[in-house]
């Protein structure tokens, strides 16, 4: 199955599960679905799928007029970079909102367009960046059991957030637990999402990033090294517990993280590390940040995983 249809499918599940809810958005409906990610929502009586116009700040007020008025809604918004439209209601409105502690869920379902051909488009890849606006929960959902835990605990919440999918991603087969990761713990929020535990690494995945860290983790367990790998499917983690107890165990901490920001997530946990007094070789993988890169391109993040093996050897010596 792939990523896409895996996102779709859950989506589908926990809004059919659920009683009256409004979902809304540009063509939503009709055309492509969204390339097919809001494809066949639920309708019924109490179930509505509506198709709006370019507007996304009135949109988004929209959302937060439902969340007042008691009335579960999510707005799928076809590219990231739009919500940059109704970053006035996304602070200020929600600002206000959040005050009178509403009992309604209103979520935000945006793709990233993260593929790198739509040039100035697609340099919006870092959803944390938007979360720190106004401190909003967000969420990137980058294989499927993260897709499983935030969809199935966030989308209908009370509460506001904005939860992201990867363009880049939507054709590729979506990861799932196999004998690898046959274990996937989850933290209390699904913030954090372990996928495997190993004694001589600890690996974790920031964004969209995912599939290059289970890359990382089966050269490293071909090598004859066994590594925990972790995804951070939550931008705004308070808790770094369960990964800095790793990484005291393990003494060896990769950091994968393919958004485009200047101030990754990443650093954050590198930081709460350091905070805990662990001292640990750490091997920072993040995708570079180029001007050219504004310019249509083949956007492709790779971890050159020899270079890395190098790098933990060289550190143990």
Aim: proline share 3%.
């Amino acid at each position: 199955m792939t990523y896409l249809a895996h996102v779709n499918g859950r989506i589908r599940q926990v809004i059919g599960k659920h009683g009256r809810f409004v979902s809304f958005g540009q063509n939503i409906g009709a055309g492509s679905h969204l390339a097919g990610l809001t494809r066949s929502l639920p309708r019924s009586d109490d179930q509505r799928v509506v198709n709006m116009p370019n507007c996304e700040n009135g949109l988004i007020g929209f959302g937060f007029g439902l969340m007042l008025e008691g009335i579960d809604s999510a707005f799928f918004c076809k590219q990231l970079d739009f919500l940059l439209l109704g970053c006035d209601q996304i602070v200020n409105t929600y600002n206000m909102v959040r005050l009178r502690r509403p009992a309604a869920s209103f979520s935000i379902v945006c793709i990233a367009v993260d593929s790198g051909f739509e040039g100035p488009q697609s340099r919006l890849n870092n959803l944390a960046d938007f979360g720190s606006l106004a401190d909003i929960p967000t969420f990137t959902i980058s294989n499927g059991p993260d897709a499983d835990a935030v969809i199935d605990r966030h989308l209908i919440a009370p509460g506001f957030r904005i939860i992201a999918v990867s363009q880049r991603l939507f054709r590729t087969e979506v990861s799932r637990p196999s004998q690898d990761f046959a274990d996937v713990s989850v933290d209390a929020d699904a913030h954090i999402l372990r996928h495997a535990a190993g004694s001589d690494a600890t690996i974790a995945a920031f964004n969209f990033a995912f599939p290059q860290a289970v890359s990382v983790q089966q050269d490293l367990r071909d090598r004859g090294l066994t590594a925990s790998l972790y995804s951070i499917a939550g931008t705004r983690v308070l808790n770094w517990d369960t990964v800095i107890e790793d990484v005291r165990r393990t003494g060896r901490l990769i950091l994968i993280d393919d958004s485009r920001s200047r101030n990754r997530l990443a650093d954050r946990l590198r930081a709460a590390v350091a905070d805990a007094g662990i001292r640990c070789t750490t091997i920072p993988l993040y995708r570079a940040i180029r001007e050219e890169d504004i310019r249509p391109n083949a956007d492709e993040f790779s971890v050159d995983t020899e270079q890395l093996y190098q790098a933990l050897n060289t550190a143990v010596q």
